[in-house]
């Protein structure tokens, strides 16, 4: 009891301690990214040979979230709890694997300090409340659903429906916006998507974005109210338009390359989610219209 009234008293210290917590899960959140999807095709594989009737594959080993334990893809070295240390085991085995020698991916230590970095400010921004929790999942949430998008152009439902229906609940006591303004911001950021999905399709023939994408805005809109969503558009759109030429520039792409729209909107709703009254009331500021 005393540790708790000592956090609520102190910021700082509140802070740090959520930012070693955001260290741990951004660990666990690399392990979400890699094994969630590969879960989702076995699932997927499985049920096709159910409908197909064909016999059933012979059992593998387990695999999923927990286990098997994480291992060296190159030399399959089991990673002992010692270097499973967010950042710093990294640091102290100079991105190389103890046994073979192979370089680790720089991205294992940036999503650590990323998940880190964006809980301490949750944390800083909100202090010893009930939205610092509740904006942890969320932030968490979005940050592994962006990675697996960016991987696989998949958003799964595992991962976006849950959180949807969190935030209307949360809202049910109105921490961030009202029930109402919730209710409507789910069934418009999914309609608003779905009506240009389908606008695009009737025009082009083709699909400009997944059902995912639809999903992800209308479960930004049950955290953040529908008053959120013009704004998450507009950012999302803005941001996507100019890093996905720079990212077909980079690669030499064709215009025609898919590009996750996902990420950009996690982004651009979690900003808005934190800063959107002020955003838009600096620009209706700065247009002289307020």
């Known amino acids: 009891m005393q540790t708790l009234d000592f956090l609520a008293s102190s910021a700082l210290a509140f802070s740090l301690c959520v930012l070693v917590i955001g260290l741990l899960v951004g660990s666990f959140l690399n392990v979400v990214v890699y094994r969630l999807p ?8 499985a049920q096709a040979r159910e409908a197909l009737e064909l016999p059933a594959e012979a059992p593998k080993q387990s695999f999923n979230l927990f286990l098997p334990n994480s291992a060296c893809p190159s030399c399959k070295h ?20 103890s046994s073979c020698k192979t ?29 610092t929790g509740l904006m942890l999942l969320l ?3 979005l940050l592994a659903m962006s990675l697996i998008d960016a991987d696989h152009q998949l958003l799964p439902d ?5 959180l949807l229906w969190l935030g209307l609940i949360t809202n049910y006591f109105g921490l961030f916006t009202s029930l109402g303004d919730a209710l409507w911001g789910a069934v418009a950021g999914y ?12 025009v082009t023939g083709k699909e400009g974005m997944g059902y995912g994408d639809f999903k992800l805005l209308a479960m930004l809109g049950a955290w953040g109210g529908w008053q959120i969503l013009p704004l998450t ?23 025609s390359t898919p590009i996750p729209f996902g990420p950009y909107l996690a982004i651009a709703g979690w900003i808005a989610l934190i800063w959107g009254e002020q955003i838009t009331s600096t620009y209706l500021q700065f247009a002289g219209m307020k």
């Open 233 to 255: 558009i507009l950012l999302s759109s803005l941001v996507g338009a100019v890093l996905g030429v720079i990212m077909l520039r980079m690669r030499n792409a064709e215009t």
């Open 139 to 141: 932030t968490w949430g």
């Open 158 to 162: 595992v991962l976006v429906l849950p």
């Open 191 to 202: 309609l608003s998507l779905w009506t240009v999905f389908w606008l695009f399709k009737l």
């Open 78 to 97: 089991e990673i002992r709890p010692w270097e499973n240390i967010p950042v710093v085991s990294y640091l102290a085995l100079r991105g190389k694997c």
């Open 38 to 45: 590969i879960m989702m095709q076995r699932d997927w594989q």
């Open 103 to 131: 370089p680790i991916s720089k991205r294992y230590p940036l999503v650590e300090l990323a998940c880190g970095a964006l809980s301490f400010f949750i944390a800083w921004h909100f202090g010893f409340t009930w939205q």
